[in-house]
């Protein structure tokens, strides 16, 4: 097998230097070759939006498959579409949260999932191998721009909220769009949802000149300060395709997203009375905590939204996420959804309070992060070392290797493309979680030590 094409979230790269044009349209002719049926295709805003998607486009009608041309539109958007209207799949034009100067073409498999790696690696084989159904002339697909896509969507959201509840409540939100695809949409969810918004970068713009399209605090300066200055009930971020969703609260605070994790995983449980919640390794013990609390039950997963979505199916979880803002609601669609996410947590602050005190009654936690340096071909060898050391503790190897305590824990994942371990730890103080670092991070010295020599 030649080497991997698709990362975690598709295939990315910086436009004309690691993602080309022909590499673009080829792609699009292993995709149509695989998929064989009608491809849904949208994008987010990006400056080389029209390059890519014309050139994967180009690429699946020459193997015989029509193209279904949503335009610029939120990744959930183009899932929703292939989930409900029963064609082969999707395929979305974006980057997420990278620079401008990236972009990305992420697959979405006929159940609006996003592909599982088997296929990816289906499409990949078709691609190395240039074993493409090239059809004759009078074979070819055609492209149909689709409208509508939007409307079906939001439709389905504002079918499972409380609107009226929402609306009772008189909110004012402050909405950064992060010039992204998120313009297109989570403003007219406000307004169906009868909420005053005041909307930040609201605008489409490929250079994301509002700021960087990953909303980190340090990013998110200017919706901060709009928050504490108008008053407003709370803050909603999207990042650049409007997958995922972050909040501020409404004393002006950036909230994690394992606090919004938290504070929905508890309120879906309670509305479902019990029922299973999904979430990676990687999440914070206040998740746990707060299902249980409800009588609900966690199942953890490796990280990564597909995993967490295949994994929802196969359990028939209640609802799930990941800590990144990346929330997922079966009733919907089994994929990470910001508009979603907005929608619930609106329903849930106009109901149950300001999200300030919320989250002030979630479990406290501290997390200390860090990484490490590790040759790649001694990874297996170092991981089974600190396996051993902790014999003594509860360890989970779902994804790398997690430590349990009864009030905390440290994971220890190995990088995908560094050569490097990424080291995270939780106890209940800031300190603690410091020195559960240092003591991983000391035995994974030795283990190195011990391997090169």
């Excluded at 909040?247 to 504070?263: C, E, P, W």
Aim: hydrophobic fraction near 35%; include cysteine.
């Amino acid at each position: 097998m030649s080497e991997r094409l698709f990362g975690t979230n598709g295939v990315r790269g910086v436009i004309n230097q690691d993602l080309s044009a022909q590499l673009a349209m080829d792609l699009g002719k292993a995709i149509g070759t695989y998929m064989k049926g009608n491809v849904a295709i949208g994008n987010d805003p990006r400056t080389s939006a029209d390059m890519i998607r014309s050139a994967v486009a180009a690429g699946i009608m020459s193997s015989g498959a029509n193209v279904i041309d949503l335009g610029m539109v939120p990744t959930p958007v183009v899932q929703h579409y292939v989930k409900s209207n029963d064609i082969a799949g999707g395929i979305m034009i974006t980057a997420s949260h990278n620079p401008p100067e990236f972009n990305g073409i992420k697959c979405i498999d006929a159940d609006g999932t996003e592909m599982p790696r088997n296929k990816e690696e289906a499409i990949e084989k078709n691609y190395y191998k240039k074993s493409f159904s090239n059809m004759p002339w009078d074979q070819v697909g055609s492209m149909y721009p689709r409208s509508g896509a939007i409307d079906s969507y939001l439709s389905s959201i504002i079918s499972l909220v409380d609107v009226q509840a929402i609306k009772n409540a008189g909110l004012k939100v402050v909405l950064d769009c992060a010039n992204g695809a998120s313009t297109v949409s989570s403003p007219r969810l406000l307004n169906d949802l009868g909420v005053r918004a005041i909307t930040l970068n609201g605008n489409p713009m490929g250079t994301f000149p509002g700021h960087p399209s990953e909303p980190t605090e340090d990013h998110l300066k200017d919706l901060i300060a709009t928050v504490k200055e108008t008053g407003a009930d709370l803050g909603i971020a999207h990042d650049g395709d409007a997958d995922r969703t972050i909040f501020i609260d409404n004393k002006g605070h950036y909230l994690y997203g394992d606090k919004s994790l938290a504070v929905v995983a508890s309120e879906m449980v309670k509305e479902n009375n019990g029922g299973t919640v999904v979430t990676p390794v990687s999440s914070s013990n206040c998740v746990e905590d707060v299902v249980t609390a409800e009588g609900g039950k966690i199942v953890y997963t490796k990280v990564g939204a597909p995993i967490v979505s295949r994994k929802m199916i196969e359990v028939g979880a209640v609802f799930g996420g990941e800590e990144n803002g990346g929330l997922i609601f079966p009733q919907h669609q089994y994929c990470r959804d910001g508009a979603m996410t907005a929608a619930k947590m609106l329903e849930i602050v106009s109901k149950k309070g300001p999200l300030s005190d919320l989250v002030e009654k979630l479990p406290k936690y501290s997390q200390d992060k860090r990484k490490i340096v590790c040759p790649n071909d001694l990874k297996d060898s170092v991981l089974s070392y600190l396996v051993k050391q902790y014999e003594r503790e509860e360890v989970n190897t779902i994804d790398g290797v997690k430590i349990c305590y009864s009030d905390g824990w440290t994971l220890v994942r190995p990088s995908g493309t560094e050569p490097l371990f990424r080291i995270y730890s939780e106890a209940k103080t800031e300190l603690e979680a410091k020195e559960r670092s240092n003591e991983c991070e000391k035995v994974l010295s030795e283990a190195m030590k011990k391997y090169l020599k």
